[in-house]
């Protein structure tokens, strides 16, 4: 237990790196860290450039309750890439850790518990992976 608050860390801790500068990619995440005050999600994305090269980067940001989700951005001509936002500690250490594939629902078992409107149970993350 933390002996008083300046050993207490009750921020979320995000993978970070940057790279543009260190390894980082694919499967090179960096180092957990934790996050500054106002910084309350974590992301990881990546970069196609037009020249080939795909650039990684994760690290904590400020969302203040947004919802998180990935996005897909960019063209073929300029590059394009995707940026996933999530807000648990360490799910940025890639792509599908941080939501790419996943559903949140509520789950409950009436017969040992109350589940109704009110009651809806407790909010699960499911992964799964699409086919092609």
Not at 30 to 51: F, K, Q, T
Not at 84 to 104: H, M, P, R, V, W
């Amino acid at each position: 237990c933390n002996q008083d608050f300046a050993t207490a860390d009750s921020g979320i801790k995000c993978y970070q790196c940057n790279g543009a500068f260190e390894d980082c990619s694919e499967n090179e995440s960096g180092s957990i860290e934790s996050c500054e005050e106002g910084e309350d999600a974590c992301l990881v994305s990546y970069e196609h450039e037009p020249d080939g090269t795909v650039t990684w980067n994760r690290g904590c940001i400020g969302l203040a309750g947004s919802h998180m989700h990935c996005f897909q951005h960019g063209n073929a001509k300029q590059g394009d890439g995707e940026i996933c936002f999530c807000d648990e500690n360490g799910c940025n250490e890639n792509i599908l850790t941080a939501g790419k594939y996943s559903l949140q629902c509520y789950e409950c078992n009436g017969e040992v518990e109350e589940c109704s409107l009110e009651e809806p149970g407790e909010l699960k993350k499911f992964n799964f992976l699409m086919e092609a």
